[in-house]
């Protein structure tokens, strides 16, 4: 722990001598927890403009008994997150044109993915009308709001480390190195399988409504597009772990443990999990579906019907 401590301290020094180096308008050594609090103040910020506009979007939803802009307003939430540690530079004696590249890369990422992720569901819901998980807690503003409470704390925790890479000055942030790379490549594959997945969904639901879908990548995972979203928060975190500059930011590992615990335990896989036993579980090809197809990971069939899942 003392190591730790003389690690961070060390990290800092270098941190204060490369401005100074710089410009003798930033900071010194004594300007530290001035620094902090600065970062500390975006961080707050940020979840007070997640908090408002998702209670501002529930008043009215819970009024008219709609859940159709509920994926919209996250999508929303996100962007304005993003731009509000971008631009919530307080204390921090930064500004937009000294962002690093890493800051750069991670906004521009989760940007993309909030538009990307937003728009696709919000035309979804559009076209279908309604959405199935909303049927019963809508009845009550009290439980209807508590998918819009989960999505505060989803907005605010699975993108955590990219909301604290934004708040560091960009004069803090070291050079893309290795671990960085590792991050940038399973970042794009795990979105590269969720836009792919919900492609061929969409595709073969419009073709067979009332059937499962298993083609395509849907051959390899059953929850293919969750294992793309899972993996991209773990790429997230890879790139935005060397960008952190005090022992208090690797809070940012909460994210994918967030992200495993609402896949896993609460409103994803369970939920489609029950209604896919409900339509499907009598049928023949679902049961063998299910016995060859991997659960989660992506991983290719087995032909022997005794298909033991790694996941």
Not at 32 to 43: F, K, N, Q, T
Not at 229 to 240: Q, R
Not at 247 to 263: A, C, E, N, T, Y
């Amino acid at each position: 722990m003392q190591n730790k401590t003389i690690y961070y301290a060390k990290m800092k020094f270098q941190i204060v001598k490369q401005v100074d180096s710089i410009s003798p308008l930033y900071c010194s050594i004594e300007d530290m927890p001035l620094l902090e609090d600065g970062i500390a103040s975006s961080l707050l910020v940020t979840f007070i403009i997640d908090a408002a506009i998702q209670i501002t979007f529930f008043i009215p939803a819970a009024i008219f008994s709609t859940e159709r802009y509920y994926d919209f307003s996250g999508a929303i939430t996100y962007i304005s997150c993003v731009l509000t540690a971008l631009l919530w530079r307080q204390n921090v004696n930064d500004s937009i044109p000294l962002l690093s590249a890493r800051q750069i890369i991670v906004a521009c990422f989760v940007l993309l993915w909030a538009i990307r992720l937003g728009t696709w569901l919000f035309l979804r819901i559009l076209r279908e009308g309604h959405d199935a998980r909303f049927n019963d807690l809508k009845k009550s503003p009290v439980r209807f709001f508590i998918p819009w409470f989960f999505q505060i704390l989803w907005i605010y925790s699975t993108a955590l480390p990219a909301y604290i890479i934004l708040a560091n000055p960009g004069f803090s942030q070291a050079p893309l190195i290795w671990s960085d790379i590792i991050g940038i490549l399973i970042w794009i594959f795990g979105f590269a399988v969720e836009v792919v997945a919900d492609y061929q969904k969409n595709v073969f639901k419009n073709k067979h409504p009332g059937d499962f879908v298993n083609v395509g990548i849907w051959k390899y995972s059953r929850y293919a597009n969750y294992n793309g979203e899972w993996t991209l928060w773990i790429g997230m975190l890879i790139l935005c772990i060397h960008g952190f500059i005090a022992p208090w930011q690797f809070v940012g590992v909460w994210s994918p443990i967030f992200v495993s615990i609402l896949l896993f335990l609460v409103s994803g896989i369970p939920l489609l999990e029950k209604s896919s036993e409900r339509k499907y579980g009598n049928r023949e090809d679902y049961k063998r579906y299910k016995a060859t197809t991997s659960f989660f990971f992506l991983w290719p069939p087995r032909s022997d019907g005794q298909y033991i899942n790694p996941a």
